[in-house]
Each structure stands twice: as structure tokens, then as C-alpha cells.
């Protein structure tokens, strides 16, 4: 894992943090608002209702003067409180031809459009919050320093209301739900009444409605719009001094479980930053998504010399380490035995155990692959992986596999020729990994077989140096 993927993944930890923080928040207030609607109810049923049942026509009688006066105070009140939306309320004149009926619905509406502010001024500053530190984390990677994006930065203000999703931004989402929930209740509040609904059976449709959709909502706004203002905000930072990213999947718990979806096919692929498009290239692909992206340089010289031209020359090798994965994938593409059953030696158990426990001891998360993993390696036709401290062997590898992955692993805890490049160090430490294997053939037994596609394997990364060297991509120690 690269120092930036770390990063991200505290990141996308704090995020989780912050979201289970704010729908705990909103939830409540959910359920106090929900119980001034219920209150409201009630006092129609015992104002114009008789034995539990309000007589529908009655409720077509013109709501009283006094309610009239207050709607249009509550009206005012909004209006103040919140000029921008002031254009949401419904227009005056019309308050004072209401029947009870419609002077319920408009209440209704009303008490919408004050949870949508709230709603609203909530989730903002949820998702400036993020903004800011996501930003300020991909900018401190790229040799910015610490907090370079502030809360009520322009890059911030202009990432949270980003319209994206249907040329609409979050927060006409947030109205869009609230016109949404207010039409719905309306709806079930006149129907209920229609049928002669009880005070207990019209509640309790309106609660469920209330509080399933209001929180389903709530939430898949908060979390779709947290993975969006997360990306765009790496991205703003990231595409200054980058021009490409990878689209790497969240591997959550749904996915862990075998769960798939259109990101699982964008997992891995490169694409330039002026051309994101969430929903197409570019997280989030779909609602509940919560996948990210990743700087992706391809030529890492190049970047290097641009990067001193416009920033001096002070942090261009930091940051090219911070970025640059150190996933190693020894051997791709080569095995130690062909791929057919026979001849195949796969090492014994006590061998096994004497190479890999003293590696154990030093750290080395040693598994046998399986799932995903195993089928990676099948597919690049490898016997061997190693992630960090984590090896992964094939259950069939070889004493020479197990030998080579092992000294990998004592390579990367030293850091041998971590002060060049990937291709160079890899390179260079499987031309280590190769000689050692050779002066161990006797003390290990090694089959003759293995050892000569060891001799040939060291010959083709020699040829490979060599090529470099030509090409003067070889960084020589002076
Ligand atoms: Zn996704």
C-alpha cells in the first residue's frame, strides 16, 4: 500500500465516522418532527372528529380564520428564516381559500420545507467538512503542507455544489426528496380520510411513510453525495499535478460477501482526470456507492521534471514515493515449473515451516491464496504474491517459490533499492532474489528443473537491466 492509499483509507474511515455521527443526528430530529405532525392530527380528530372518525366532508369546510393566520405566520417565519427558499412556500392568496383539508396539507408542507433547511444546512456542512479534508490531504501528499484547504475555500464551496447526478446538485436533491415526502403525505393524509381511517390506522401509515422515507433519503443522499464531494475533491487537488487515475473498487463488507457491480469492471482502469464522470468513469458510479480513485503517473521521469519546474525541486521525490505503489508483483508473467501436473514438485511441509517461520517471527504474514487471490495469480500465470508484509503462495508452490518469496519479503522490510524506481527496483531485487536462489540449490535440494528456468529468468531481468541502460531510464549509484 502507497503512503496516499493509507491516506485514503483513513479518509474514507473518517468519512464512515462522520456519516453514522450525522444520520444518528438527523434521525432524532426525524422523530421529534414526526411527532408534531402526530400531534397535529390528533387535534383535528378531536376538533371535527366524532367517535374516532372525522366525517370527510367536514374537512372540506373552510379552515378556520385563526388557522389561516397562523399558516401565514409559520409562512413568514420560513420566509425569514431562509430567503433562499422562500419561493418554495406556497403562494399567500391561495392560504386564504383553504378548506381544513388543504390547511392540513399545507402545514404539512410547511413543516417539509423546515426539515429540508435543516436537512440542508446538516448535510452542507457534512459535506464542506469532507471537502476541505480530502482536498487538503491529496494537496499535503503533493508536497502542499497541511490544511491548504480551508472550509470556506473556493474549491470547497465550488465541490459541494458541483451539480453532477442529472445536472442537479445535493442540495436540490434534498428539496427534490422534501417535495417528494410532502406530496406523499398529502396523498396518504387525504385518502386516509376518504376511507374514514381511525386516528390509530392514519398515523400509523403516516409514520411509516415519515420515518422510512424520510430516513432512506436522508441517508442515500449523505452517503452518494459524501463519496462524490470526496472524490471531486481529491481530484481538484490531484489533477494539478497529475493527468490520470485509476478507478479502484471499496472492498466493503457486501463485497467481501461476492457482491458485484459495474465498478468491479472499471476496477484497475486509467482514465484522465479532465475527462471523470461520475456515473460513467468515475465515483460514484451508483447510489451507495462508495469507490475512489487514485493518481496514476506512467512515466514517472517525466512527471519529476515538470513537477521541479513548476514547484522546485524540494519535494518531487517525496512525493513520487508517496504516490507510487509498492505493490510488487514478482515474477508476473513466469513461473518456476510448466503448467501442466506433471513433474511438479511442491515443497514438504517440513521444509516449508523451517523457510517460513524464521520470515513469521520477522513479520511476514504468510497465507496460502485462495478466492480472488488464487485466481489472480492463476491468470498471471505467478505462483507468488506479496502485498506489503502479506505472502501469498499458490497451494502448490515450490521450494524455489517459497525460498524467493521469502527473501522478497526480508528485501522489502530492509528496503533494498527502495531509492529507485519500481521497474528498476524490481529488477534489481529479483537479480538478488535469482543469485540467492542459485547459491542455495545444494542446501535445499532444489529440483534441476527449477533451477534452470531460475538461471534463464535471471538472464531475461539481466537483458531487461540492460535494456534500460540503453534506453538511459538506469538510475546508476554514483
Ligand atoms: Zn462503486
Redesign the pocket.
Known amino acids: 500500500m502507497t503512503y496516499w492509499e493509507r491516506r485514503q483509507r483513513e479518509l474514507n474511515q473518517a468519512l464512515e465516522k462522520d456519516e453514522m455521527k450525522l444520520k444518528k443526528r438527523l434521525s432524532s430530529f426525524y422523530d421529534a418532527e414526526y411527532r408534531k405532525l402526530e400531534k397535529e392530527i390528533a387535534a383535528y380528530y378531536s376538533q371535527y372528529g366524532e367517535n374516532n372518525v372525522i366525517a370527510y366532508r367536514r374537512l372540506m369546510e373552510s379552515l378556520p380564520e385563526e388557522d389561516k393566520r397562523l399558516l401565514l405566520e409559520r409562512m413568514d417565519g420560513f420566509a425569514e428564516k431562509y430567503p433562499e427558499y422562500a419561493h418554495l412556500l406556497p403562494v399567500r392568496e391561495s392560504i386564504y381559500k383553504l378548506n381544513r383539508l388543504e390547511g392540513l396539507q399545507q402545514s404539512i408542507l410547511l413543516q417539509q420545507l423546515e426539515i429540508g433547511s435543516v436537512n440542508e444546512e446538516e448535510i452542507r456542512k457534512h459535506l464542506e467538512k469532507q471537502a476541505a479534508r480530502n482536498a487538503s490531504a491529496a494537496a499535503e501528499t503533493m508536497g502542499f503542507g497541511k490544511n491548504f484547504y480551508a472550509e470556506n475555500s473556493q474549491l470547497v464551496r465550488q465541490v459541494v455544489n458541483t451539480a453532477w447526478c442529472n445536472g442537479k446538485n445535493f442540495s436540490q436533491r434534498v428539496w427534490d426528496n422534501v417535495e417528494k415526502l410532502a406530496g406523499y403525505l398529502g396523498t396518504d393524509l387525504a385518502q386516509g380520510f376518504a376511507r374514514g381511517d381511525s386516528y390509530e390506522r392514519l398515523t400509523k401509515q403516516l409514520r411509516q411513510r415519515f420515518g422510512k422515507v424520510s430516513r432512506n433519503d436522508a441517508y442515500r443522499l449523505i452517503y452518494t453525495e459524501g ?1 462524490f464531494v470526496m472524490n471531486e475533491a481529491r481530484a481538484a487537488s490531484f489533477e494539478q499535478d497529475t493527468e490520470e487515475y485509476v478507478f479502484r ?2 472492498y466493503d463488507a457486501i463485497r467481501r460477501n461476492g457482491w458485484q ?3 468491479d469492471d ?1 476496477n484497475g482502469k486509467t482514465f484522465q482526470w479532465s475527462e471523470r464522470k461520475p456515473g460513467i468513469n468515475f ?4 447510489a ?4 475512489t480513485a487514485t493518481p496514476y503517473v506512467s512515466d514517472w521521469n517525466a512527471w519529476m521534471d515538470r513537477y521541479v519546474q513548476r514547484h522546485g525541486s524540494g519535494q518531487a521525490e517525496k512525493v513520487e514515493k508517496r504516490l507510487e505503489s509498492d505493490i510488487i508483483m514478482y515474477r508476473k508473467g513466469s513461473t518456476h515449473r510448466k503448467t501442466s501436473a506433471d513433474g511438479r514438485k511442491i515443497i514438504d511441509k517440513a521444509t516449508y515451516y523451517k523457510i517460513t517461520n524464521p520470515a513469521i517471527k520477522k513479520g511476514a504474514d504468510i497465507r496460502i491464496a485462495d478466492g480472488e487471490i488464487l485466481r489472480r495469480l492463476q491468470k498471471e500465470q505467478a505462483t507468488a504474491v506479496t502485498y506489503g508484509n502479506v505472502l501469498f503462495f499458490r497451494p502448490d508452490a515450490t521450494v524455489s517459490d517459497v525460498l524467493e518469496e521469502v527473501h522478497h519479503f526480508y528485501q522489502n522490510k530492509r528496503g533494498l533499492n527502495s531509492q529507485y524506481g519500481a521497474r528498476q527496483r524490481i529488477i534489481m531485487n529479483e537479480i538478488d532474489a535469482k543469485n540467492y536462489l542459485l547459491s542455495v540449490v545444494d542446501k535445499y535440494h532444489i529440483p534441476e528443473e527449477e533451477t534452470a528456468l531460475t538461471k534463464s529468468q535471471l538472464e531475461s531481468y539481466k537483458a531487461e537491466m540492460e535494456k534500460m541502460k540503453t534506453k538511459g531510464e538506469w538510475v546508476d549509484e554514483s
Open positions: 463519496t473498487v471499496q457491480d459495474v465498478c472499471l465515483p460514484p458510479m451508483h451507495w456507492c462508495h469507490c
